[in-house]
Structure formats: structure tokens, C-alpha cells
């Protein structure tokens, strides 16, 4: 016959041994995929012909808590020119300014699109641009049609400087008011916040 054994006072009880092993395992850890983050601060470089590309790149830098660097032309272009200029790969000067930015963890850059390319001022800036070591956005203003190829030749470019582009939009700004506009960038500095 067996005895039971008495329990002290206070003594907390023991759960059956089996209400034991139905406990549940602690879940475990999800892994995530590694995120590129950015060391440095971060410079908002922009060229803008009538405006457009103005509104966008402050915009970003205010959403993104960045310095900007205006790309000024030494003249102001007429429209067959800026064309011209864009379709035979000219170089037009431009005011002088810090090309270095070796110390920058992102340089987002921001261009109107001429011709299917870059604006003219945008491919003299990075002829004279220091970037290696730091990663790039690519925010392109355009009236319409079709941007990839312009993404993938600028890449080219950065990536042949040592900047490594870890990001691309493009807004069309034909017709489009001032707070669209602002809006278009408040999302991508919020997705780069996000992602980057």
C-alpha cells in the first residue's frame, strides 16, 4: 500500500508529468535577411532646369534629415540645346563645388531626364565627382516614356566610380501640382528610411 507524501506549507504543487511535456517549445528566432546600413551622412545632389527636380530633391532632404547640393549651370540653356546636348553626350560647365564625397555613407541624386539620359550639368558632376565607398539613389524627373535604360546606364556610371546604387525612382512631373510632387518623395525618402 502506498503512502502520500505530505506537502509543506506554502511548497508551490507540481504539475503531472504529463501537463509538463504538453508545454509548447519557445518559438524560434526568424531569421531576417541582412540589410545594407548606411554609415555617414547623407547628401541630397541635385540638378533642376525649370523646378520640378528642385521641389523633389528638397523634399527628400528634409524627409531624409540631409544637407543638398545644388548643381548650377553657368548658363541657362534653351530647350533645342539642353536636346542637343543630351542626344551627342556634351558636357556643360558648371558652378564650382565640393566633388568630394568620400565621406558619405548615401548620395542620392537626383536628375531631370533629357533625350532619354541624364541632364548634361548631372554627367559634368560626375566626371569631376569623388564617390567610392559610398551608395547611391537615383530619383530621375521625366514628362513620360520609358526610364530603365536611363537607370541602367547611370548605375554603370556610378558603379564604374565606385558607388555601389542601392536604389531608383522615377517621377513624372508633366502636369503634376507642387504637393503630388512632394508627395511622390516623401514615399521614397520613407522607403529608403525603411529599407536603407
Known amino acids: 500500500m502506498k503512502t502520500a507524501t505530505k506537502r509543506k506549507a506554502g511548497a508551490p504543487r507540481k504539475a503531472p508529468a504529463q501537463a509538463r511535456k504538453r508545454r509548447p517549445a519557445a518559438p524560434k528566432p526568424v531569421a ?20 520640378s527636380t528642385a521641389i523633389v530633391a528638397q523634399t527628400l532632404a528634409r524627409q531624409l534629415a540631409s544637407e543638398s547640393r545644388e548643381i548650377r549651370a553657368r548658363k541657362r540653356l534653351s530647350w533645342p540645346v539642353m ?3 543630351a542626344v551627342f553626350n556634351l558636357r556643360y560647365r558648371i558652378e564650382p563645388m565640393d566633388f568630394d564625397f568620400t565621406g558619405c555613407g548615401l548620395v542620392v541624386l537626383c536628375s531631370p531626364i533629357w533625350a532619354s539620359k541624364p541632364a548634361c550639368h548631372v554627367m559634368t558632376f560626375l566626371d569631376a565627382a569623388r564617390l567610392a565607398g559610398t551608395r547611391s539613389a537615383l530619383v530621375f524627373t521625366t514628362t513620360g ?4 535604360r536611363t537607370v541602367d546606364a547611370m548605375k554603370g556610371i556610378l558603379e564604374a566610380r565606385g558607388s555601389q546604387v542601392i536604389a531608383s525612382e522615377s517621377i513624372n512631373v508633366r502636369r503634376v501640382p507642387e504637393d503630388i510632387l512632394r508627395a511622390r518623395a516623401r514615399e521614397f525618402a520613407l522607403e529608403l528610411k525603411k529599407r536603407y
Open 32 to 51: 531576417r535577411p541582412a540589410r545594407p546600413r548606411i554609415r555617414g551622412r547623407t547628401v541630397v545632389v541635385y540638378f533642376s532646369r525649370f523646378g
Open 83 to 85: 536636346g542637343f546636348g
Open 145 to 148: 516614356g520609358d526610364v530603365e
